[in-house]
């Protein structure tokens, strides 16, 4: 060793990237009603979940996840639009992901997200994080009013992944914690060089 490598090392040791864990910061909009919170709540009873902590502050969870064999932190926040808009959740919580939820019962929270991806869209946040648009409440059938093709066309014409899922029912829920760590890992590994 000569005095560099030595201490070339000792940063490898000391900022080696096995010690540096981000945790990734996931957002969910979307009006209220459509399920935000319970679908938060579903994520915690996932088999990807390794823990999970309670004591943060009200509307955030951070879970640790466990998906091909890597651990992953992430910490979902949970903040209804109406109080804070997403203009100001970007730029307080500058998340990783944006998961926008509408309801597939109720056409108004389908504008509301539609509305959501205009905003990222312009913005430029598709291009940087990943944004995943969520039908919810797909157990609801007789009561449905957005066919699953709309929701899949809203999310492709805003470079956005969709899926349709029911909290109430279990129905791609873990899919969609899985996915939302795949978009994140994904993103990730194509930005390093
Ligand atoms: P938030 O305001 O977006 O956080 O919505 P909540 O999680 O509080 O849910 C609003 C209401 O919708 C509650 O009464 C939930 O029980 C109900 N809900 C949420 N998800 C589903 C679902 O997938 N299916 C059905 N049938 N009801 C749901
Ligand atoms: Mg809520």
């Known amino acids: 060793y000569n ?32 399920g935000k919170s319970a679908l938060v709540r579903q994520f915690m009873t996932s088999e990807y979940i390794n823990t999970y902590d309670m004591s943060l502050e009200y509307g955030e969870r951070e879970v640790s996840v466990l998906l091909d064999s890597k651990e992953s932190d992430l910490v979902f926040i949970d903040h209804p639009c109406v109080e804070m808009s997403v203009e100001n959740s970007l730029a307080t919580y500058e998340p990783h992901a944006c998961v926008v939820v509408y309801s597939v019962t109720d056409r108004r ?9 205009r905003y990222l869209w312009q913005e430029g946040t598709t291009h940087e994080r990943s944004v995943i648009l969520v039908g919810n409440k797909c157990d609801l059938a007789r009561a449905r009013v957005i066919s699953s ?14 899926i349709e899922t029911s909290s109430g029912i279990q129905h791609n829920v873990d899919e969609l914690l899985v996915g939302v760590l795949k978009q994140i890992r994904l993103r990730e590994a194509a930005s390093i060089p």
């Open 149 to 162: 093709q709309e929701g899949k066309q809203l999310a492709t014409n805003h470079d956005s992944k969709f």
């Open 109 to 117: 929270s389908f504008e509301f997200a539609s509305e959501i991806l």
């Open 3 to 34: 005095d560099e490598e030595y201490e070339d090392e000792l940063t490898m040791r000391e900022f080696g990237f096995e010690d540096i864990k981000v945790k990734y910061r996931v957002v969910l909009l979307g009006e209220s009603g459509v």
